[in-house]
């Protein structure tokens, strides 16, 4: 759904509702699409980080992929 930025001052308690609810809002300047609102999701990982757009939940990251690296384990050498 569509608003101008006038009507989406006016109403933007209820779009944020709306995009958190999973309608797609979006925003326009003289009926240009500007902006789309889209919810903050928390997520689980330690780094915090997501992946919205085609990766949105494609990418799994495996355990221990933010633990400290030594120099050997870069450099493939085995002790």
């Known amino acids: 759904?569509?608003?101008?930025v006038y009507e989406a001052k006016s109403k933007l308690?209820?779009?944020l509702d709306r995009a958190v609810a999973g309608e797609t809002v979006v925003i326009a300047r003289s009926g240009e699409?500007?902006?789309r609102?889209?919810?903050?999701k928390q997520t689980g990982t330690k780094s915090g980080v997501t992946f919205g757009g085609?990766?949105?939940g494609k990418i799994k990251l495996k355990n221990g992929f933010f633990n400290a690296t030594t120099d050997d384990e870069l450099l493939g050498s085995k002790k």
């Not at 609102?37 to 903050?40: N, W």
């Open 54 to 56: 085609s990766l949105a």
């Open 33 to 35: 699409p500007m902006v």
């Open 37 to 40: 609102l889209v919810p903050v």
């Open 13 to 15: 308690s209820n779009l």
């Open 1 to 4: 759904m569509q608003f101008n």
